[in-house]
């Protein structure tokens, strides 16, 4: 079911809120250790506020009954005993429905980025949402689930029959079932590897994936599960593991589905195996569209990223370019609801418009089969330019 209580809960400044929990915590005397007990502390002074709740012996009675994961469980008594008297302070400075969007919609990044991997901005999650079209048959499932930022968004938005997440850092995943916790139980994630367990029998329809860019992890290609290994089997190893996870996904969905996976810029356009495997999932017709995001559109960081959408049987591909919207703040690039809604319109076009080219497959080939939006546009073929072979930047065709 629809969790959000509260209309416009992602236009709380989380930022501002997240901060006048710190500023009592220190009057207090205390620190908070983490950047993720600020989503604790917003998580247990909402529910603190919700039930009126007046001793710390109550509060974790509510936690023991309702707090599903053990290791979630544990954190959250453990903190409440130790900063019941931030809690009932904050509870009472903060309202309700501000209390609740810093345990749901608080992305760290903005805040520090210490101890955390990039998060899934609130944008990035509801045009991912949006173009997955949850409907309530659907079971969702979300490897590498981070502190569970998408879960919240999806599962508040949409009406889905089951939600699971997979992360393989367990204090991600306690973080993320706090959020469950005050998601109504709406969705659970569970500790895992999903380059070393096939999770398919998840039966997943539909798949969301926001892995760490970049990661490196020597000889891991051994233990790949067998269907994941069998997809690369004729490939040449890689250090860096986007394309593992990249394809770890797309193995998670269940025919007849549809998968959306947050990338990085270079995954488009490098070369070696890269193209091997842009080729051979074009061709499959597993590519059905590629949606070129603002940059800075991560909380701390300006790298580009962009949203590959998988589903099969697909003849042709909608290049979206995406890049010149959004509204830059402090801390990132930010979308309007409108702005979002745009660039879902873009993606379900069947004809070309100013931000889209429909492609056929043919055209991939003779492009070398990049997944660069803007390559397919007028004026802005690839060609051959320098960045092709030094995998860098240019200014004429990539932005």
Same mark, same amino acid.
């Given at each position: 079911?629809?969790?959000?209580?509260?209309?416009?809960?992602?236009?709380?400044?989380?930022?501002?809120?997240?901060?006048?929990?710190?500023?009592?915590?220190?009057?207090?005397?205390?620190?908070?250790?983490?950047?993720?007990?600020?989503?604790?502390?917003?998580?247990?002074?909402?529910?603190?506020?919700?039930?009126?709740?007046?001793?710390?012996?109550?509060?974790?009675?509510?936690?023991?009954?309702?707090?599903?994961?053990?290791?979630?469980?544990?954190?959250?008594?453990?903190?409440?005993?130790?900063?019941?008297?931030?809690?009932?302070?904050?509870? !009472?400075?903060?309202?309700?429905?501000?209390?609740?969007?810093?345990?749901?919609?608080?992305?760290?990044?903005?805040?520090?980025?210490?101890?955390?991997?990039?998060?899934?901005?609130?944008?990035?999650?509801?045009?991912?949402?949006?173009?997955?079209?949850?409907?309530?048959?659907?079971?969702?499932?979300?490897?590498?689930?981070?502190?569970?930022?998408?879960?919240?968004?999806?599962?508040?938005?949409? !009406?889905?029959?089951?939600?699971?997440?997979?992360?393989?850092?367990?204090?991600?995943?306690?973080?993320?079932?706090?959020?469950?916790?005050?998601?109504?139980?709406?969705?659970?994630?569970?500790?895992?590897?999903?380059?070393?367990?096939?999770?398919?029998?998840?039966?997943?329809?539909?798949?969301?994936?926001?892995?760490?860019?970049?990661?490196?992890?020597?000889?891991?290609?051994?233990?790949?599960?067998?269907?994941?290994?069998?997809?690369?089997?004729?490939?040449?190893?890689?250090?860096?593991?986007?394309?593992?996870?990249?394809?770890?996904?797309?193995?998670?969905? *269940?025919?007849?589905?549809?998968?959306?996976?947050?990338?990085?810029?270079?995954?488009?356009?490098?070369?070696?195996?890269?193209?091997?495997?842009?080729?051979?999932?074009?061709?499959?017709?597993?590519?059905?569209?590629?949606?070129?995001?603002?940059?800075?559109?991560?909380?701390?960081?300006?790298?580009?990223?962009?949203?590959?959408?998988?589903?099969?049987?697909?003849?042709?591909?909608?290049?979206?370019?995406?890049?010149?919207?959004?509204?830059?703040?402090?801390?990132?690039?930010?979308?309007? *609801?409108?702005?979002?809604?745009?660039?879902?319109?873009?993606?379900?076009?069947?004809?070309?418009?100013?931000?889209?080219?429909?492609?056929?497959?043919?055209?991939?080939?003779?492009?070398?089969?990049?997944?660069?939006?803007?390559?397919?546009?007028?004026?802005?073929?690839?060609?051959?330019?320098?960045?092709?072979?030094?995998? *860098?930047?240019?200014?004429?065709?990539?932005?």
């Amino acid at each position: 079911m629809v969790v959000e209580k509260f209309n416009g809960l992602a236009d709380v400044d989380t930022v501002h809120v997240a901060a006048m929990g710190r500023h009592i915590a220190i009057r207090h005397g205390k620190e908070l250790g983490q950047i993720a007990d600020y989503i604790i502390l917003g998580a247990m002074a909402y529910i603190t506020r919700e039930k009126d709740i007046d001793s710390v012996e109550d509060l974790q009675k509510c936690v023991d009954v309702g707090v599903k994961d053990y290791a979630a469980k544990a954190r959250l008594l453990d903190f409440c005993g130790r900063n019941w008297d931030i809690l009932k302070e904050f509870s !009472n400075a903060a309202g309700q429905k501000e209390l609740k969007a810093l345990a749901l919609y608080f992305d760290p990044a903005e805040f520090s980025r210490n101890g955390f991997e990039l998060g899934t901005s609130y944008d990035v999650s509801m045009i991912s949402t949006k173009i997955l079209d949850l409907q309530s048959e659907d079971t969702l499932v979300v490897p590498c689930a981070g502190i569970g930022g998408f879960l919240s968004v999806a599962t508040a938005e949409s !009406n889905v029959a089951r939600a699971v997440g997979i992360e393989l850092n367990k204090d991600n995943q306690v973080v993320a079932n706090v959020r469950a916790f005050i998601s109504g139980n709406a969705f659970s994630v569970e500790q895992g590897n999903v380059l070393e367990k096939d999770y398919h029998e998840l039966e997943g329809n539909k798949v969301f994936s926001h892995f760490p860019f970049g990661l490196k992890q020597v000889g891991v290609s051994e233990r790949l599960y067998p269907r994941l290994k069998e997809r690369l089997a004729k490939m040449r190893p890689s250090q860096r593991l986007d394309w593992e996870y990249t394809l770890s996904a797309i193995c998670c969905q *269940r025919e007849g589905g549809k998968t959306v996976v947050v990338v990085s810029d270079g995954m488009l356009f490098s070369v070696g195996r890269d193209i091997m495997l842009r080729k051979q999932l074009t061709d499959e017709g597993r590519l059905e569209a590629v949606i070129a995001l603002p940059a800075g559109i991560l909380a701390g960081t300006n790298i580009k990223v962009n949203l590959l959408v998988f589903s099969e049987d697909n003849k042709q591909v909608n290049m979206v370019d995406a890049t010149e919207m959004g509204m830059r703040t402090k801390s990132r690039t930010k979308l309007s *609801r409108e702005e979002i809604e745009q660039i879902v319109s873009w993606y379900e076009q069947k004809s070309d418009s100013e931000h889209n080219r429909i492609v056929d497959l043919g055209q991939m080939e003779q492009n070398d089969y990049t997944w660069v939006p803007s390559a397919y546009f007028r004026g802005r073929q690839l060609g051959t330019c320098l960045w092709w072979s030094s995998e *860098r930047s240019c200014h004429q065709c990539h932005g």
